[in-house]
């Protein structure tokens, strides 16, 4: 089983709105990553977190927070965003070598497409 | 720092005619790990074959095979026998070994299907 979940599907906020993104995996991974997509571009890596420490932050604005509670949840959670933080955001999995680093192949979730009014 | 480069930002195909998509790529690695996505108007990204690069052989996944040239840094994906599923953005996609995972990813091509 290789699946990964996120919810919700589709998410509509404010700017002054706080809300978050789950993304969640079964398939014992230790590695999770977020990504932010727009139309017609390849995803933009923003954090990525290996057996639960936030190894890599893209220089990602302080309004996305992630959170990983424990090895099989990711949480994103969303402050103050702007219009231009509208896109699909899109949740991913591998599974680490010894030594924390990480295997070869990312496993992704269906993504949450998220507007900001 | 690697790039991955899709000289080819749309293609169309004919239902059960074959297809071939390129990409090259730029590293100063020799061993690392090559992928193609597929990512339908569903959204989700749909890993479709994988090649290590130490490895010599062609990686095959039923109707997708690649043609990987690493002296050319060329890895393309042939898509034989198209089907209407197949219609979909496919990203080419480099992964090197280091301990900080990641990937770069091309900048796309849209395949299109014609029935």
């Known amino acids: 089983d290789t699946e990964v979940t996120q919810t919700p599907k589709h998410l509509v906020m404010g700017m002054t709105n706080k809300k978050s993104l789950k993304c969640e995996q079964h398939m014992g991974h230790r590695a999770m990553y977020w990504y932010k997509q727009k139309a017609k571009k390849p995803p933009e890596l923003m954090f990525v977190y290996s057996y639960e420490k936030l190894s890599i932050n893209e220089s990602v604005p302080s309004r996305f927070s992630p959170e990983c509670p424990n090895s099989s949840l990711l949480n994103l959670h969303l402050h103050a965003l702007q219009p231009e933080d509208s896109a699909l955001y899109l949740c991913?999995?591998?599974?680490?070598?010894?030594?924390?680093?990480?295997?070869?192949?990312?496993?992704f979730g269906p993504g949450t497409r998220l507007t900001v009014l | 720092a690697q790039t991955v480069t899709q000289s080819q930002p749309e293609m169309s195909v004919q239902e059960a005619e074959t297809v071939t998509l390129s990409c090259t790529y730029d590293t100063s690695e020799s061993d690392y790990y090559l992928f193609w996505y597929k990512q339908p108007p569903s959204r989700q990204m749909i890993l479709v074959i994988r090649q290590e690069a130490y490895k010599q052989q062609n990686a095959t996944e039923n109707r997708f095979s690649v043609n990987f040239q690493k002296a050319a840094k060329s890895f393309s994906l042939k898509i034989s026998d198209s089907q209407l599923g197949d219609a979909a953005m496919y990203f080419c996609a480099y992964s090197n070994l280091g301990s900080a995972r990641q990937l770069t990813f091309g900048s796309g091509t849209q395949l299109t299907v014609l029935p």
């Open positions: 991913a999995s591998s599974q680490p070598l010894a030594g924390g680093t990480s295997t070869d192949t990312q496993y």
